[in-house]
């Protein structure tokens, strides 16, 4: 037992208080990184879209039109930002447009 209760609950109170504030910035965390795979995942999204309707595009009633496809793919990537999470949209397309085209991945070589 101390001498001061005074103290005793002060610091009681004390304690509560930095636990909340430690769950608070715990919760905080989870938001941000919610918030973050929320705008990967859009940025996903739209650049499979814009890939889809690049693809759509350059189709013609006997085949496939691989000039008009680059052109549109080339003119999405063209729009779409450098930085931030929107830029993650580049490499869908990339890996995206060399799938549709069958281009080999980089760094692999075939056996």
């Not at 009681?12 to 208080?17: C, E, F, N, S, V």
């Not at 499979?48 to 999405?76: E, H, Q």
């Amino acid at each position: 037992m101390t001498k001061n209760p005074v103290h005793d609950i002060d610091t009681r109170y004390i304690r509560q208080i930095q636990q909340q504030q430690i769950a608070l910035a715990v919760i905080e965390a989870e938001r941000d990184a919610a918030l973050r795979d929320r705008d990967q995942a859009r940025a996903r999204s739209d650049a499979m879209a814009k890939l889809i309707d690049a693809l759509l595009g350059s189709l013609r009633p006997y085949g496939f039109n691989r000039k008009r496809f680059l052109s549109a793919i080339r003119k999405a990537a063209g729009t779409v930002p450098d930085q931030g999470p929107d830029a993650l949209q580049h490499a869908v397309l990339f890996d995206g447009s060399n799938r549709i085209l069958g281009a080999r991945p980089l760094g692999r070589v075939r056996s």
